[in-house]
């Protein structure tokens, strides 16, 4: 068991909490879907995708503590 690589968590438990946010996941989706046609640069999607990772960290949070020593 000692030569075994620990296991990441947090990646883990992200993987089980993303189905839980998926309004945010199809607003962003949506967003760059409508961004796609622009070539200014001047568009994006940057508050919907940190409004979907928020989701997710906000499910992780209160797990991956709980499993700390």
Same mark, same amino acid.
């Given at each position: 068991m *000692?030569?075994?690589? &620990?296991?990441?968590?947090?990646?883990?438990?992200? *993987?089980?909490?993303? &189905?839980?946010c998926v309004r945010p996941l199809r607003a962003y989706q949506a967003c760059v879907e409508r961004i796609k046609g622009d070539e200014s640069g001047s568009k994006h999607c940057t508050g919907q995708y940190f409004d979907y990772w928020t989701?997710?960290?906000?499910?992780?949070?209160?797990?991956?503590?709980?499993?700390?020593?």
């Open positions: *000692e030569d075994e690589d &620990p296991i990441d968590q947090k990646k883990y438990l992200e *993987e089980i909490c993303k &189905p839980k989701c997710v960290d906000t499910c992780v949070a209160p797990k991956v503590f709980g499993k700390l020593n």
